[in-house]
């Protein structure tokens, strides 16, 4: 059963929806990253492995991925305020847990409840998003939807290597102070107006199931390419950055720590509006061209030590990943319906976590026996496929009626979700 949009949430309060879901998203993609800077702090004190750091990850990303797939679409029945609020809760559980760390236990424990909080956000906040969004310009809520979570993992491992350098309780004020952020946050989804009027057939939604629209399906395995190879990417930023910083670029600050997983965030955020200026095919093409060159100065940045030259490669690969993903998001999202939208974001972020996990799973493995410079070398070699498909087989997405039909029928306002591609 299709949700039905909420004609109480017409007019100038979807300005304070939309406002209310993006700072959400915000929030909950940096309550995500602010155990990064801690990451080497773990190790000195407690002993944490690069392995046991790399489960971590991977712990984060099965619970996202579990959210996904089974929680997906129940923001269609329950509405989106419910949802978001639940996930928020989720997060707000897993930063208290989080401040009790002093083994891999706890670590893990922690980290899964706040992948499933993520995986929950990830559907109810960006489909809110979508919903909300104004019409014009027409790229906004692909860029928002898509870019929101790089912009929180950017402040969050900012703000994160700050207080762990210069705040007191470096162990603990990070995860108060997101906890005190997704309460706010929680705050503003109460008294912003529902999207989408709630259902029945919760139940049945929890059923796992990914589905996306025929009229895109094509596009499916060139976005499935740039949604692993980016987020592969970023999750080997979380696993084996923190090491490699402190081993080989000889530098055992938590604010840089910080500052070098932003420069791989925070131009993914600026990137992305570029990409809107072009179709979907040839920003994807683009962004990807622009991936691979900036992971190619990284691998020479590692194998000669330089942290300059790493830092700036890292600007290079994180701006690329911007306009390929926003682009990729942007031709899923074409054309699409009420209904059809939490549905394509869970299957995006499936993607994307499963980029995240299922590399950081192997190459934690394989970083007991190799060195992190021989791994590195594989995530090179990912993003080297990546681009190749993206430049030979990156199509754009068929223009049709069907959808543009549903959505007139379903919504008044909801050409804000058509993205001309």
Not at 51 to 60: D, E, L, Q
Not at 180 to 201: K, N
Not at 325 to 330: F, V
């Amino acid at each position: 059963m299709a949700p039905v949009i909420n004609p109480a949430g017409r007019g100038g309060t979807l300005r304070l929806a939309f406002s209310s879901a993006v700072v959400s998203l915000v929030a909950t993609f940096a309550a995500s990253a602010a155990p990064i800077p801690l990451f080497n702090v773990y190790r000195a004190e407690d002993g944490f492995t690069n392995a046991g750091i790399s489960m971590a990850v991977v712990t984060t990303a099965v619970g996202t991925i579990a959210a996904l797939l089974v929680l997906g679409r129940l923001s269609n029945h329950l509405g989106r305020r419910r949802t978001a609020i639940a996930s928020l809760g989720l997060l707000l559980l897993g930063c208290l847990l989080l401040l009790q760390v002093h083994d891999i236990g706890t670590l893990l424990a922690g980290r899964l409840l706040m992948g499933v909080g993520t995986g929950l956000a990830s559907s109810s906040l960006t489909s809110y998003i979508v919903d909300a969004a104004p019409n014009r310009p027409q790229w906004l809520a692909a860029v928002a939807s898509s870019q929101g979570p790089m912009l929180g993992l950017t402040l969050g491992a900012i703000t994160s290597g700050a207080l762990v350098q210069f705040g007191p309780w470096p162990r603990d004020l990070i995860y108060l102070v997101c906890s005190g952020l997704l309460v706010l946050s929680a705050a503003l989804i109460v008294i912003s107006p529902e999207t989408a009027r709630p259902t029945a057939g919760a139940w049945r939604s929890l059923s796992p199931r990914v589905r996306v629209p025929a009229r895109v399906r094509h596009l499916l395995p060139v976005a499935a390419a740039v949604f692993l190879a980016t987020w592969a990417t970023g999750a080997f930023y979380q696993a084996f950055v923190p090491a490699l910083v402190d081993d080989q670029l000889h530098t055992h600050s938590p604010l840089v720590l910080g500052l070098v997983f932003a420069a791989y965030m925070a131009p993914s955020v600026l990137g992305a509006p570029l990409g809107g200026r072009f179709k979907s095919a040839a920003a994807q093409r683009i962004g990807m061209i622009i991936f691979l060159a900036g992971w190619i100065g990284i691998i020479t940045a590692i194998t000669i030590g330089t942290l300059a030259l790493f830092v700036a490669a890292t600007v290079v690969a994180g701006a690329g990943q911007g306009i390929a993903i926003s682009a990729a998001t942007r031709g899923l999202l074409h054309d699409s319906s009420l209904a059809d939208r939490a549905p394509i974001f869970s299957l995006i972020y499936v993607l994307c976590y499963s980029g995240a996990a299922f590399p950081s799973l192997i190459s934690g493995e394989l970083s007991k026996t190799f060195a992190l410079s021989q791994i590195v070398l594989g995530y090179g070699g990912l993003a080297i496929v990546a681009a190749l498909l993206t430049v030979l087989a990156a199509r754009n997405p068929h223009i049709g009626t069907a959808g543009r039909a549903s959505m007139a029928s379903s919504e008044p306002y909801a050409s804000g979700a058509r993205r001309e591609a």
